[in-house]
């Protein structure tokens, strides 16, 4: 039996599978793993444009966390 889904309805699928549950941390990071997984699996090509996205997504976590971390640090002081 073939299931040929289209990656739109899977992304949607896991998001209401995402909104539905809450996992513990370390189930968390092995499903984040295997979908990046699958993902370099299945993707065959990855425009300029969007690794240049994805850079500044890292760049822009990076920053809010740091804020967040010095935010946290602070509070403890106080």
């Given at each position: 039996?073939?299931?040929d889904?289209?990656r739109l309805?899977?992304?949607?699928?896991?998001?209401?599978i995402?909104w539905?549950?809450?996992?513990?941390?370390?189930?968390?990071?092995?499903?984040?793993?295997?979908?990046?997984?699958?993902?370099?699996?299945?993707?065959?090509?990855?425009?300029?444009?969007e690794?240049l996205?994805l850079?500044?997504?890292?760049l822009?976590g990076k920053?809010?966390g740091?804020?967040e971390?010095?935010?946290?640090g602070e509070?403890?002081l106080?």
């Open positions: 039996m073939s299931r889904y289209a309805d899977i992304m949607e699928l896991l998001r209401v995402d539905l549950m809450q996992f513990p941390d370390e189930l968390e990071r092995q499903l984040s793993d295997e979908i990046k997984q699958l993902e370099a699996e299945t993707m065959t090509y990855v425009m300029s444009i690794r996205a850079e500044q997504g890292k822009e920053a809010e740091k804020v971390g010095k935010i946290e509070a403890r106080l």
